[in-house]
């Protein structure tokens, strides 16, 4: 997998245990599109008002797409709006009855039974809106990529799924027509991929390498996974063994709690370590590392650094 491979994919899914930084690396994603003079769209399923802290981006995210920094856009899809939006565009003659239909309560009590349902529109919705352009400040030529802070681990397999479960049961019509396209771009390799963000930790390695072979397992390609927080070394291995040694002694009684401090990140570098070799062992595609930045709130500065990182070891890091 390489810089191209990356940038040729016309939407990247991105996915991951909850609590490993999947939003991160999916605007870092975005941020290494801008890098290339290309036009990203962040999608999400989250909105952001405006004025809350996120990642030092203070103009929050709603469904107008719009500039969250330059060169990127960001929108967020209400699930209920996009099937909303959906029936309006589909069937036109019938909104007025297909309107009245949508609100009434035993019809939002199917919706909650088959959560699907929604997240099938809207993953319809994200591949419209890489394609056909945004509405408002969006290039009308479309995006080059587009980026979908998917759900995480527990509901993105479900989600993914779906359309070929539900073809199953749809023989014909629109909605059929909508699940053949939907399935069609998902599981096309040259347009679409997803990308696992994992961690070093014991639970998480183990449930990314579930995640990315129930991912194949559907059909649907898996273009890298990004190792995020991962502590780096900083010590060469003279200078470890040099600092493991000291403990113990009394040649430096004042320095206790430097060399505690040193002792911890080099066992949670060590710890890094082991679990990326486990992950590469168990995959074919590429794993990447993403360093842990030791910052309670990001800023597009970091996503930014995390961008670099992840574009040097692709082959593309010569900006």
Do not use: C
């Not at 000291?246 to 890094?272: C, M, Q, V, W, Y």
């Amino acid at each position: 997998m390489d810089i191209d491979d990356l940038l040729g994919k016309k939407l990247i899914v991105v996915t991951g245990k909850g609590g490993v930084g999947k939003t991160a690396v999916s605007l870092s994603l975005s941020y290494l599109n801008a890098r290339h003079k290309r036009r990203p769209l962040y999608v999400t399923l989250k909105k952001v008002d405006r004025g809350s802290y996120f990642f030092g981006l203070d103009g929050g995210l709603d469904s107008v797409e719009r500039p969250i920094d330059k060169g990127i856009n960001a929108v967020y899809i209400d699930p209920n709006a996009a099937l909303s939006e959906y029936i309006r565009e589909n069937f036109v003659r019938l909104y007025p009855v297909y309107s009245a239909i949508l609100k009434s309560r035993t019809l939002q009590t199917f919706f909650e039974a088959a959560p699907g349902l929604k997240e099938l529109i809207t993953i319809g919705k994200v591949w419209h809106l890489g394609t056909r352009g945004g509405r408002h400040k969006a290039p009308a030529q479309g995006y080059d990529q587009v980026i979908f802070d998917a759900p995480s681990t527990g509901h993105a397999i479900p989600v993914l799924d779906l359309p070929t479960k539900v073809l199953q049961m749809v023989r014909g019509g629109a909605f059929r027509s909508h699940i053949e396209w939907v399935e069609g771009f998902l599981k096309d390799p040259e347009k679409t991929a997803v990308v696992v963000v994992s961690a070093p930790e014991e639970m998480v390695v183990g449930e990314t390498l579930e995640l990315i072979d129930a991912v194949r397992s559907i059909g649907i390609s898996v273009l890298f996974t990004a190792v995020n927080k991962v502590y780096e070394n900083p010590f060469t291995k003279s200078e470890e063994e040099t600092i493991l040694g000291l403990f113990g002694s009394d040649e430096f009684p004042n320095a206790e709690r430097i060399l505690n401090i040193a002792k911890k990140h080099i066992e949670r570098a060590n710890t890094s370590d082991r679990h990326i070799k486990k992950l590469s062992a168990g995959l074919k595609d590429g794993v990447l590392v993403v360093p842990k930045i030791f910052k309670k709130d990001l800023t597009p500065a970091d996503l930014k650094h995390m961008a670099s990182s992840l574009e040097a070891q692709t082959g593309g890091g010569n900006r």
